[in-house]
């Protein structure tokens, strides 16, 4: 089986990477979507809902699987069997810092990192934004995927 985790903050989840995870599963059996974590960022969702947020959109998908985690990334990748990490990428900034990970990454647990570009149209989407957007208390709908319930 090719598994696979998406690690990343999803601070809210954006319409980005909804197309990662969807795009994924044309060559991964099975993604799991990984909430890091990480108390050095200031996050508007507390991780428990990120992660039914995130669970609620994919109920229906059992290729896709959501858990948070409190450690490296690669030793989350090792406990769920994943072999692979994948990344979604929208600029060069992006790029670069991606790859350096991903070297640190293949060089202590011998696992790849794929990296895909961000749809063009999408490319000016991110978390922050969009998260700047909901503390205005402005309409984020266009930004996140159809069926996300946020403020239930």
Do not use: W
């Not at 996050?43 to 896709?64: A, H």
């Not at 959501?66 to 490296?72: A, H, K, R, T």
């Not at 990344?87 to 790029?95: A, E, L, S």
């Amino acid at each position: 089986m090719r598994r696979a985790i998406f690690p990343g903050t999803f601070d809210p989840f954006t319409i980005g990477h909804f197309s990662v995870v969807k795009r994924s599963l044309t060559f991964m059996d099975e993604i799991i979507i990984g909430i890091g974590i990480n108390e050095n960022k200031n996050t508007y969702f507390p991780i428990e809902k990120r992660v039914e947020m995130i669970r609620d959109l994919y109920q229906d998908n059992p290729c896709v699987r959501v858990i948070s985690y409190d450690c490296l990334t690669i030793d989350f990748a090792q406990q769920v069997d994943a072999k692979f990490i994948v990344r979604g990428i929208r600029t060069v900034k992006d790029f670069e810092y991606e790859e350096t990970i991903a070297d640190i990454n293949r060089k202590l647990a011998g696992i790849e990192t794929i990296l895909l570009f961000t749809e063009p149209e999408q490319t000016y989407i991110s978390s922050t934004t969009v998260r700047e957007l909901l503390t205005y208390n402005k309409d984020i709908s266009q930004f996140i995927p159809k069926g996300m319930k946020i403020n239930e």
